[in-house]
């Protein structure tokens, strides 16, 4: 095992500088919530003020963050900022355990605990509740999950299964990405930026009152992206823009009423790719070509909720979403829609219940292409219903020591029929400095609409050239087929952890897993002529460690180090085995030099990905902000310091780049 040697020291000042453990709102619909801290000091605050910081948690009420029986973590916008990312997919490489693997200039491999390749199919992403999962990849496609940066609240992390709030496809975890209400994103906010891979980029946000009760905000922001270096001459990649808009109310309706309705869309104008495509030929032939890999969408969301101080009430969230693809040759449409109610109470002193339930539908339409074609006989276009309901029960066993929480959810959908997702907490708090907990949970993930349906073309080819005869005149495709009869994939996950505050300037957050998964869906050996199946087994085992250290009132110190076994089993391809970096660290150093002046500064260290040939790397990002006035402030980003370029998740090349941004808020 190869470790780089600045790799090295980040794992050894994990020890003494950490990730901020912090608690999820374990639920599709979030409760809103007042913002607690000035983001601006954030490097500023006591240990004690971020770890008594209440937030929903996996009980679905509010929790102090060192309570919370689970292995998360909140990434807020002040800590988007002060590490210098710029899209999503990126600011969550600061969750210690998950992978972050970037393909080409707009996609990326995201996900927690193993089987992290591709679009990360046992990860399931939100939006404000809003599920944007693909069934039909099964993923998430991170190219389109925008947000306006500064009007983000925080990204939510739970690493391991979250299936029985959220359902099938959360086996490995759940990343549920918040928003601010619009009352904290009043009046005008302008940026606008550039540099060598973020070659332009610009945003406008205007945010005013309707009347006491009501505001709102409505915000544009474009962005281009300069395509990743080939490293062979097999390897090809484009530029990449998106142009994003978004209206958002809020309203306060009393009596302790709060709705919310939000629309939005987006297009990318004229996205060029090129790559590398079979072609009818009786011998295995590809050719270079330009496509027009064009994505557009876009949602209509309306959320209406009410919560007593005590945490009792009810909450119902709506939504409509229109997504469009199209990718080297191929197109998808996709149409879906979700209801979603909740509602908590107490029974009794002892038992806080939550339940609720969730109907799902989803249909699509695809156009095959060179590369992705369908099974003879399959539907050019489908749909899909999902219809669950769930109920979980936090129970005080001892009042201030011993809790536990009990719950499943059932469901059930067009493709495999009835699945049950039931979990087990029980967490222990001796001290108000500690909590040790564990938990058992059963998750499961429902196959792609591609996996049943679909055919990956490696090649065209006369069958008889093919076997060395002569020729038949015919030209076929040779390929994985999908295969309608596949079952869920199961997962069995056993966790421990313990979190612990040492003293007013320390904290230290470990968590350990053990995730056993049966009726994998596979890719046979040899995979030409065969079909997805479920014979696939595997056994993934690993943990994350993360710590913060206030060194001083304006300087925090933050790392974090994970390990991930995976071990696949079966007549399958065991690519999955390589897909995810057995070693990972981080750390972050965020420094207020001056009350206007701040350094901030990230190292990641990434183990080598063997499936895609990717030795291990440590990248290093170094920023600079400067506060010119208390509404204008500039920063200049230094990214991928250490080397001149490497490879994370394909064969093209992330190369070191820098960029400056101006931001005006008045």
Request: aromatic content about 10%; some cysteine.
């Amino acid at each position: 095992m190869k470790f780089h040697s600045a790799a090295v020291l980040m794992v050894l000042a994990s020890v003494a500088a950490g990730v901020t453990p912090c608690a999820l709102g374990q639920q599709a619909i979030t409760p809103t919530r007042e913002k607690e801290i000035d983001p601006q000091r954030a490097a500023q605050l006591s240990i004690e003020e971020l770890m008594g910081m209440e937030v929903t948690s996996v009980a679905g009420v509010e929790q102090q963050v060192l309570t919370t029986p689970a292995a998360i973590t909140v990434i807020d916008e002040d800590e988007v900022r002060r590490t210098g990312h710029r899209w999503v997919a990126e600011a969550l490489r600061l969750a210690p355990g998950v992978y972050v693997g970037q393909s080409n200039t707009s996609s990326w491999s995201v996900g927690p605990r193993g089987f992290s390749g591709g679009l990360a199919n046992k990860t399931l992403v939100l939006m404000d509740g809003r599920r944007v999962y693909d069934p039909i990849q099964a993923g998430t496609f991170w190219d389109v999950q925008d947000v306006l940066l500064e009007d983000l609240d925080r990204i939510e992390v739970i690493r391991g299964p979250g299936a029985t709030l959220f359902g099938a496809n959360a086996i490995n975890g759940v990343i549920n990405i918040v928003n601010k209400s619009t009352a904290d994103t009043q009046g005008v906010f302008l940026e606008a930026g550039g540099g060598t891979f973020e070659r332009g980029f610009g945003s406008v946000r205007y945010g005013g009152r309707i009347n006491e009760k009501a505001t709102y905000a409505v915000w544009a922001k474009y962005f281009n992206r300069a395509p990743l270096e080939a490293a062979g001459p097999l390897d090809s990649d484009s530029d990449f823009d998106l142009t994003h808009a978004r209206f958002r109310t809020d309203i306060d309706a009393g009596d302790d009423l709060k709705l919310m309705f939000e629309a939005d869309a987006y297009s990318s104008f004229g996205a060029r790719a090129a790559a590398r495509v079979p072609v009818r030929a009786p011998t295995a032939t590809t050719e270079r070509r330009i496509f027009e890999n064009d994505v557009r969408g876009g949602h209509v969301l309306g959320r209406a909720e009410r919560f007593t101080g005590d945490n009792e009430g009810w909450s119902v969230l709506a939504y409509y979403d229109r997504t469009e693809r199209a990718l080297t040759g191929s197109e998808a449409e996709r149409d879906s829609a979700e209801i979603d109610a909740r509602y908590h109470f107490m029974l009794g002193e002892r038992h806080a219940l939550a339940t609720g339930i969730e109907y799902y539908f989803t249909t699509d339409r695809l156009v095959p292409g060179s590369s992705t074609l369908l099974t003879p006989g399959s539907p050019a276009a489908d749909s899909m219903n999902t219809v669950s309901a769930f109920v979980q029960d936090t129970i005080t066993l001892q009042e201030d020591r011993w809790f536990a929480m009990l719950g499943s959810k059932v469901e059930h959908n067009d493709l495999t029929g009835v699945e049950v997702q039931p979990s087990a907490r029980l967490w222990w708090t001796p001290t108000d400095r500690e909590t040790v907990w564990g938990a058992v949970s059963r998750a499961v993930r429902t196959p792609s609409r591609f996996e049943e349906h679909g055919f990956i073309n490696f090649f065209f080819a006369d069958p008889g050239v093919l076997a060395g005869g002569p020729p038949t005149g015919q030209i076929v495709p040779f390929g994985l087929s999908g295969n309608p009869n596949l079952d869920s994939e199961k997962a069995l996950v056993y966790e421990l952890g313990y979190r612990r505050r040492f003293s007013d300037r320390v904290t230290l957050d470990v968590a350990t897993f053990l995730s056993q998964y049966d009726d994998l869906i596979s890719i046979p050996t040899p995979a030409v002529g065969g079909s997805f199946n479920n014979n696939g087994e595997a056994e993934v085992y690993g943990g994350e460690v993360a710590v913060v250290w206030q060194a001083a009132d304006n300087w925090r110190l933050r790392g974090a180090y994970s390990y991930a076994e995976v071990n696949v089993s079966g007549p399958v391809s065991l690519s999955d085995e390589g897909n995810t970096p057995h070693n990972m660290a981080q750390l972050q150093s965020f420094l207020d030099i001056t009350e206007n002046l701040e350094l901030n500064a990230a190292a990641y260290f990434v183990d080598r990905v063997e499936s895609q040939g990717a030795s291990s790397y440590t990248r290093v990002d170094i920023g600079l902000t400067w506060r010119v006035t208390p509404n204008f402030d500039v920063s200049i980003w230094g990214q991928n310091l250490l080397e001149p370029r490497h490879n994370e998740f394909s064969s093209l090349q992330v190369e070191r780049s820098a960029y400056v941004v101006a931001t005006l808020r008045f």
